[in-house]
C-alpha cells in the first residue's frame, strides 16, 4: 500500500517514539513530536495539559459524521532491572525480525501505526467521509488520568466508535474487566507489648475487614459468562515495626476486578460497610478508592469488529478471534456513557504477554502490517 | 551502714558500667569491669561465652548451702533517637538527685548494687553462712539467651533462692506473664493482578491464621486471677510490593503474653494447627516461635519476700505492695523446674515507668538504699 514513509521511516519513527523515557511522566515531548509531525503534514491537533510535562493530544483528519475514535497512550511502563534487558530500553533494537525497546509493544507500536496510518490517509485523500479522530493519552498504565480527562471533557461525545491500539496480536478484544485500586489505612496507639491494653492494635480491624472481604467477596455467586468471576486482592499489607509494640499504624492495598454483574459501585458500598462495622468498635480506619475503573463489555457483532476481522484475516492469513482481555485499557473511561451496542475493538501490533517484560518487543512485519490495517480499516469504516 | 566504697565511688561504679555501649551486645567489656573489680577483693568469678563479644559472668561469695542467687542483666536497650536525649545516653549525669543515662534505672543500677553490696559482704565478712551467687546475663532485652545458657549448664540447680534485681521501685514482684514472639513466613506466587488465577497470594493464608487465632485467643475463657487474660498480638505485618502484583510473600510477627492458664505449649500448638490447616489448603506457611518465655508465678508468702518487705519499709518508710509485673524477666528460664514453693522476688533501684525511654534516670537515694538494702537482706537470709 503507498506511503509517504519508506519501511526504513516507519521504524524510525518508532524508534523516534521509543527514545523518549515516558514513564508514567513527560508525556509532553512525546505529544510535542507528534504535533510537529502533524504540522509538516497539514494535520490539526492540540494539545491539552493534564498535569506538569503531561499532556494529551488530539488531531483530526476529515470532517463531519460518523467520527471514529482511535487511541493510544504516551507513557510506558518501568524498565525494571536494566541488567535483565540485553539491549537498552530505550534504544529501538532491531534483531531477527523483531524490534526490541520498552513500549515496543505496549504501545508506542500502535501509536506510530496510529500516526503514519493518519498521515498517509491525509496526504492521499484516502477519508471519503466523517472524521478520524486520534486521542493520545498519558499514564494509562497507573491511573488512566489521560482519559478519565478526555471523558471530562467531553471529547467522546460525538464519537460513534472506537478503536484502541493497545497490543492485541492476532485477536480483536470487545471486552474486559474493570479495576479497583483501594487504600485502607488504620490508626491505632502505640504501646509496649506486655501492655497492649494501653494501646489499640492497628493491625486487627485490617485483619477483621480483609478476612471478612475474602468471605464475602468469594461466594456471592455472581459470575460473567463472558469474563468470569469478580476478583479481589489484598495486593500490599504494611503495620508495624517492631515485635514487642503494639502497633500505631497500618496500611493495606487492594486491587479488585469488577465484572458488569458485581460492579463498582457495589464493591465500594460492601467495603465500607465493612470498614464502617470496624469504626463502630473503636477502629479509625480510613477507605480511599484511588482508581476505579469501570468493566467494558461491548457487542461482539457490528461492522467494526468484523471489518476488523476480515482485514486483519487477509493481512494475517490466520482465524483472528474474538475475545476479551485480561487488563483494563483506556476504554474504561472512554467508553462511560456508552451503551452496550457502541462498536469498539482493543487491536494493535505486539503480543500482550510481553508487555511490561524485560526485552519487550514487536515483530517487526507486524507492526507495518498494522499501519496498512489501519488505513484499510478506518477508511472503510 | 559502712562500705568500702564511699558514695561518690559508689555512683562513679554505676557511671562505670553505663559508659558501656552494651546495646543487646558487647556484654563482655562489662563482665571484664566486674572481674577486675572482683579480683581486687578476691572474689573468684567465672565468664563463660555465650557468643561473641558476649559472656555470662558467675561470681561467689561464702560456701556451701544455702545458696542465694543474685541476678542483673548487662546489656541495655537501643538509647533510640539521641535528639529527645537532654543528655549524652552513655555519660551517667546528675541532676537534682536523678542519676541519667541508658540502663540507669534498667538496670546497671540493680547490677552495680549488687557488685557493691557483695564487695562489702566479703570485706567487712558479713555472710556467716552459705553462698551467693551473682548471675549477670547476656541479651536479657532482647531473647534473654543469656539466662537460658545459665539454665542449660545447670547454674541454678544448688540455688535455693533467687533475686533479679530488675527495677522494681517501691514494690516486690513475685509473679508476670510469660512472652513468645512468633513469625509467620508465607510463600506465594506472583502474578500480575489482572491474572489472579495464574499467581498465588501469599497475603491471604495469613490473614486466615491472624484472624482465627485472634478469635480463638480471644475467647477461651480462660483467666488467671493473678495475671489476668492472655493477651495474641499480630505486631507486625508486611506483604506484597505493588498494588498490581499477587503479592509473592508475606511475614507477620506475633506478640503472645501467656499465663500459667495457658502456657506457651498449648499456644504453640494451637497456632501449628492453623497453620496446617492453610498449607493443606495450598499455602506454604511456615511457623518460627523464636523466642518462648514462661510465665513466672511464685508463692507470696516466703522468707525472703517477707524480709525483703520488712527491710525495705524500713529504709523506704513506706509500704512495700507485693504485686505482679507485665514484663518478662531473666526468671522465666532461670525458674524453669523450680516449684511454685522456690522463694523468688525482683526488687531492684529504678522506677518501671522510665525505663526504655529517653532521659531514663534512677533516683541516687533509691540506689544508694539499694546497695544497703541488699547487704541486709543478702546476709540475714
Not at 510535562?53 to 536494566?82: C, F, Q, T, Y
Not at 483494563?328 to 469498539?344: C, R
Request: proline share 4%; charged share 25%.
Amino acid at each position: 500500500m503507498e506511503s509517504v514513509f519508506s519501511d526504513e521511516q516507519k521504524v524510525e519513527l518508532l524508534a523516534d517514539l521509543v527514545k523518549f523515557k515516558s514513564v508514567n511522566d513527560g508525556e509532553e515531548q512525546v505529544a510535542n513530536y507528534i504535533s510537529q509531525l502533524f504540522k509538516k503534514h497539514n494535520i490539526s491537533t492540540q494539545v491539552m495539559p493534564v498535569a506538569k510535562n503531561r499532556v494529551n493530544l488530539i488531531a483530526e483528519v476529515g470532517s463531519g459524521k460518523p467520527v471514529i475514535g482511535i487511541s493510544g497512550h504516551m507513557d510506558v511502563v518501568d524498565p525494571g532491572d536494566l541488567s535483565r534487558w540485553d539491549t537498552d530500553p530505550f534504544v529501538l533494537t532491531e534483531k531477527e525480525g523483531k524490534l526490541f525497546g520498552r513500549g515496543a509493544t505496549d504501545m508506542k507500536s500502535g501509536l506510530a501505526a496510529f500516526i503514519i496510518a493518519l498521515i498517509d490517509i491525509k496526504e492521499f485523500n484516502l477519508l471519503k467521509s466523517g472524521t478520524i479522530r486520534l486521542m493520545a493519552t498519558v499514564g494509562e498504565e497507573i491511573g488512566e488520568q489521560g482519559s478519565q480527562t478526555f471523558f471530562e471533557q467531553n471529547t467522546m461525545d460525538d464519537v460513534d466508535a472506537l478503536v484502541i491500539g493497545e497490543p492485541s496480536g492476532y485477536n480483536l478484544v470487545y471486552a474486559h474487566k474493570g479495576s479497583m485500586d483501594i487504600k485502607l489505612t488504620s490508626q491505632g496507639k502505640a504501646a509496649h507489648s506486655s501492655m497492649p491494653d494501653l494501646g489499640y492494635n492497628a493491625i486487627d480491624p485490617l485483619l477483621n475487614i480483609l478476612s471478612a472481604a475474602n468471605k464475602q467477596f468469594g461466594s456471592t455467586g455472581k459470575k460473567s459468562q463472558l469474563l468470569g468471576n469478580l476478583s479481589f486482592n489484598t495486593t500490599v499489607f504494611n503495620g508495624g515495626n517492631q515485635v514487642n509494640s503494639i502497633p500505631e499504624e497500618a496500611v493495606a492495598e487492594i486491587n479488585v476486578r469488577t465484572i458488569p454483574e458485581f460492579n463498582n459501585h457495589e464493591v465500594t458500598k460492601i467495603m465500607q460497610e465493612l470498614v464502617d462495622d470496624e469504626n463502630k468498635k473503636g477502629a479509625k480506619v480510613d477507605m480511599d478508592v484511588y482508581m476505579s475503573l469501570n468493566s467494558v463489555q461491548h457487542s461482539k457483532d457490528n461492522k467494526l469488529i468484523n471489518s476488523a476481522k476480515s482485514i486483519g484475516e487477509k493481512y494475517f492469513k490466520n482465524d483472528i478471534p474474538k475475545m476479551v482481555s485480561p487488563g483494563v485499557t483506556d476504554a474504561s473511561n472512554l467508553l462511560k456513557n456508552k451503551d452496550v451496542e457502541f462498536p469498539f475493538i482493543v487491536f494493535g501490533p505486539g503480543e500482550p504477554n510481553v508487555c511490561h517484560q524485560p526485552n519487550e518487543y514487536v515483530e517487526k512485519q507486524m507492526y507495518l502490517d498494522f499501519i496498512d490495517i489501519y488505513k484499510q480499516l478506518l477508511t472503510e469504516y
